[in-house]
C-alpha cells in the first residue's frame, strides 16, 4: 500500500513538482501551503509522513511542528534553508525525525521519506527479540512502546529507534556513526548534530519519569545505556 504524504509548504510550484515526482516514486502525495491550515486538518486527517517547510507565513513551521507534536506522532521531515543549522537543531528539538536543506534534490527526498518509513513502521534490524526490559525501562518493539517505572516516555519514531539500539547495546558505548546507521538509516555527517539532539531529548524524557543518567556521554566514541544505574 502506497504511503500517504502530505507537503506543507506555501512554494505552490515547488509542491506540484515535488507531488508529480513522489506520485511516480510509488507515494500519494498531497499538499497544504498554510500553516494553521495544515494544523487543523492533520487533527482530522493521518498521514504516513509528513513534509514541512520551516518558511511558511502566518504560522511558522517550527510552530507548526511544536502543535503537531501535541497529538500526533506522525513522522516529520523539516526542510531547512541551506546553512541554517539554529533552524535544524531547534527543528529536531521541537520533534522533527529528519531534515533537509532547501533547494533539496528530490531523490534525495524521496530516499529520505523511505528511510524515515523504514524507522517508523519497523523495528531496528539488529534487535534482539520483541521486547527488551533493563531495569526499569521496558520497551516493545512490535507496537513501538517505551515505558520506564510503567510511565509512557511518549517517544517520538526516531527516538524510539535510537533508544532501541542502545538498550539492544546496553552496558556497551555505541559510536555516533552506528546510531545514525541503525536508527536513522543513514551514514552520519560532518557537523551532524541529529544524534546528540535527539539522545538530549530522550533523556529528559527519561528524567521526567524519574530515570535520571541513564544514557551516559562518553567523549570521542558515542553513548552507552547505563544498565548498572538502573539497579541502583
Do not use: W
Request: some cysteine.
Amino acid at each position: 500500500m502506497s504511503a500517504a504524504i502530505l507537503i506543507i509548504d506555501d512554494d505552490r510550484e515547488l509542491c506540484a513538482l515535488l507531488c508529480d515526482f513522489l506520485l511516480l516514486e510509488g507515494f500519494l502525495p498531497s499538499a497544504i501551503h498554510d500553516g494553521n491550515e495544515a494544523v487543523s486538518h492533520c487533527k482530522d486527517q493521518s498521514y504516513d509522513a509528513i513534509i514541512l517547510d520551516v518558511m511558511l507565513p502566518g504560522l511558522q513551521g517550527l510552530n507548526v511542528l511544536q502543535q503537531l507534536r501535541q497529538y500526533t506522532t506522525t513522522p516529520v521531515l523539516m526542510l531547512t534553508a541551506r546553512g541554517e543549522d539554529t533552524d535544524r537543531i531547534l527543528g529536531l528539538e521541537l520533534g522533527a525525525d529528519d531534515y533537509l536543506p532547501k533547494p533539496c534534490n528530490p531523490r534525495e527526498l524521496a530516499a529520505r521519506l523511505r528511510a524515515i518509513l523504514r524507522r517508523s513502521h519497523s523495528s531496528v534490524d539488529t534487535r534482539p527479540k520483541d521486547t527488551l526490559e533493563i531495569g526499569k525501562t521496558h520497551i516493545t518493539a512490535s507496537n513501538r512502546s517505551a515505558f520506564y517505572d510503567g510511565l509512557d516516555l511518549q517517544l517520538t519514531s526516531t527516538e524510539f529507534n535510537l533508544l532501541l539500539v542502545l538498550l539492544n547495546y546496553a552496558g556497551t558505548v555505541v559510536s555516533k556513526d552506528t546510531l545514525s546507521q541503525q536508527a536513522l538509516g543513514r551514514s552520519l555527517s560532518a557537523y551532524d548534530r541529529s544524534v546528540d539532539v535527539h539522545i538530549s531529548k530522550i533523556r529528559k524524557k527519561l528524567a521526567i519519569c524519574g530515570g535520571d543518567n541513564l544514557i551516559v556521554s562518553v567523549r570521542g566514541s558515542g553513548y552507552q545505556f547505563s544498565a548498572s544505574t538502573e539497579d541502583i
